[in-house]
């Protein structure tokens, strides 16, 4: 009998934790479904297979009362049970909530703390009533807990929905026109505060003199700061000219100013920076030499870091100067060949050569360079030239270049009779220059400004102009001013040579002087000996801007021909001459 009434007791508490769970899973879905299974007593009919089991159900038929009384279905088999719970299993796993998986935790604990506990075959039916209700109890508890977590949640969000109603509701009460007119006051208001902070500045300069000295120096420093600060940006950007906005760069004395002082640059590379940004170096052969003889200090001086080759680790020092001196003044054609020589040579270097013989070898490359690309290529143009001088010829030249200053020189001291005219502008002092050279050499020459060169054409035999490059297009870049030289001996039917050696080609193509070119500084463009100039205040005027561009572009077409060392050429043999000095040079 004992046997008997533990395995029906443990068929009961499993039927009471199903059930649990199926109440549990009920009341998510629906409240109301509650109310009606907790009103509705269900008494299972008593079972006639023998005595002790009607004994029982008598006893239990006196001893409950309505209170202790639980709902109970009809009686299942065990497989019936497991099915149903395994299809409810199915259901719940998909709309379990955190508080629901409490709960039947919390009930299969208090299911196996009664299985463990022993029943006495000898006690008494009430503690096996007792243990019943406890585990119920347990079950109504998380029951309760989970009812009222389930309403916490559901106050929160009605909270939540009524504010954001109240917030929906006070933006809703405002119209369109009310919307519009606080838009309308904000603007206003900004309006009416930078009204007033002009109308201040005005009074600040309008305001005499003599208010000012009155006024204490703190408020007299505190209004005059914005002012220059003010005038400062007004007077550098009104010189700059839309067109030519590609053209301005940095002054060249603040690129100076920005080095730092620990700059790892050779003094030889920062002294050439500081004489091109001065503009004491002029003149494409100049420039160039001078580029060179500052790399061969460079490499004379240069020490070698541990663990490191001589081409990478000079290749680095390099690039850093070479960056500081584009940076004071962009380069020109003869500086840009210079340095692809350079570097081209410095790759060819061995990995595991000697650094004292690694210098010597490129120290002997410059010179070379100078002496073939430079003073070799002046002798040969300067003997082509002096053939086709004749007796008494008038010869035009327009600027400062160093290699007609040697071409007119070694004819005179050759014994060519000829007369030269010095072309020149009152802002180039490279004419006057010119001018003063010759005569020291005995040269028979005189001077003109370039307002005067339709006149003087009438009597001149050849025109005679340098370049600062030759571009593959066979058109001149040379000093502003030579284009119109070119353009009055066409209109007179006068040749007009170039003088130009091959390490000046380029492999750029150009047609005007607006895509590339120099701008000087504008104030050059004022004569200062004149008081009474126009342009003296000119960057007080804010509709005034000065253009001073230092180059100019001659098509082809105007040119008769160009002499090199190589031979005298038109200008359309140019891109032969840069294949020829690629494949020569390897650059």
């Known amino acids: 009998m ?27 879905k629906a409240k109301n479904i509650e109310k009606k299974d907790n009103g509705s007593i269900d008494i299972q009919p008593p079972t006639p297979n023998s005595d002790s089991e009607a004994k029982k159900n008598k006893s239990d038929k006196i001893n409950s009362t309505p209170s202790i009384i639980t709902k109970a279905e009809s009686p299942k088999s065990k497989d019936e049970v497991d099915r149903a719970v395994q299809n409810e299993n199915i259901d719940i796993n998909t709309e379990k909530s955190k508080e629901l998986i409490k709960a039947e935790r919390a009930a299969k604990k208090a299911a196996k703390q009664a299985k463990k506990k022993p029943i006495q075959e000898s006690g008494d039916k009430s503690d096996v009533i007792a243990q019943d209700l406890t585990v119920k109890d347990v079950v109504n508890t998380l029951k309760d807990i989970v009812n009222v977590a389930k309403d916490v949640q559901a106050v929160t969000d009605k909270v939540i929905a009524i504010d954001f109603t109240a917030k929906k509701g006070e933006e809703s009460t405002k119209s369109k026109a009310e919307l519009r007119a606080e838009r309308r006051a904000k603007q206003e208001a900004q309006r009416a505060s930078k009204q007033a902070a002009q109308q201040q ?34 007077s550098q950007g009104m010189q700059k000219m839309n067109w030519f906005q590609h053209l301005y760069t940095e002054h060249d004395k603040d690129s100076l100013k920005q080095m730092a002082i620990n700059s790892n640059l050779h003094p030889a590379v920062i002294k050439l920076g500081v004489q091109l940004a001065s503009r004491v170096v002029t003149g ?12 061969k200090k460079m490499v004379r001086d240069y020490s070698l870091p541990a663990r490191t080759e001589f081409a990478r680790g000079l290749e ?10 584009w940076a004071v003044r962009p380069p020109a054609a003869s500086q840009t060949n210079a340095l692809k020589y350079f570097r081209y040579h410095l ?22 360079y ?13 003997i082509a030239v002096r053939n086709k001088i004749s007796t008494n010829d008038n010869i035009l030249t327009y600027g400062c270049s160093s290699l007609i200053e040697r071409i007119l ?31 020291a050499r005995g040269v028979l020459c005189s001077y003109a400004d370039i307002s005067a060169l339709n006149y003087l054409m009438r009597d001149v035999n050849k025109v005679l102009v340098g370049a600062a490059s030759l571009l593959a297009n066979g058109a001149v870049l040379a000093p502003a001013g030579t284009l119109q030289a070119a353009l009055a001996a066409r209109a007179h039917n006068v040749p007009l040579l170039v003088a130009c050696e091959t390490h000046k080609f380029a492999d750029t193509v150009q047609t005007d002087a607006f895509v590339h070119n120099e701008i000087g500084d504008p104030d050059d463009l004022i004569d200062k000996n004149d008081e009474n100039s126009p342009l003296k205040d000119w960057r007080t005027n804010p509709n005034l801007s000065l253009l001073n561009l230092m180059y100019d572009v001659t098509p082809p077409s105007l040119v008769t021909a160009v002499v090199t060392e190589l031979a005298i050429l038109p200008c359309t043999s140019a891109p032969v001459v840069l294949r020829f000095k690629l494949s020569e040079y390897g650059l």
């Open 316 to 325: 680095a020092q390099l690039a850093a100067s070479v960056e500081f001196l």
């Open 2 to 28: 004992s046997s008997k009434e533990g395995s029906e007791k443990t068929r009961d508490e499993v039927k009471a934790a199903r059930e649990a769970k199926k109440l549990l899973k009920q009341k998510a």
């Open 347 to 368: 790759t060819q270097l061995p990995n595991n050569v000697d650094e004292f013989d690694a210098k010597k070898r490129l120290q002997e490359e410059i010179d070379r």
């Open 201 to 234: 500045k005005a009074e600040v300069k309008t305001e005499p003199p003599s208010k000012q000295i009155d006024k204490p120096k703190e408020e007299k420093s505190s209004k005059t700061k914005p002012a220059v600060e003010k005038s400062k940006p007004k």
């Open 409 to 439: 020189c070694e004819a005179q001291a050759a014994g060519v009779v000829f007369r030269a005219v010095v072309v020149g502008t009152r802002l180039q002092g490279g004419a006057r220059e010119m001018l003063r050279r010759l005569l």
């Open 284 to 295: 494409s052969n100049a420039r160039c030499i001078a580029l060179l003889d500052a790399l």
């Open 370 to 382: 100078i002496r073939e690309q430079i003073d070799m290529a002046g002798e040969a143009i300067s």
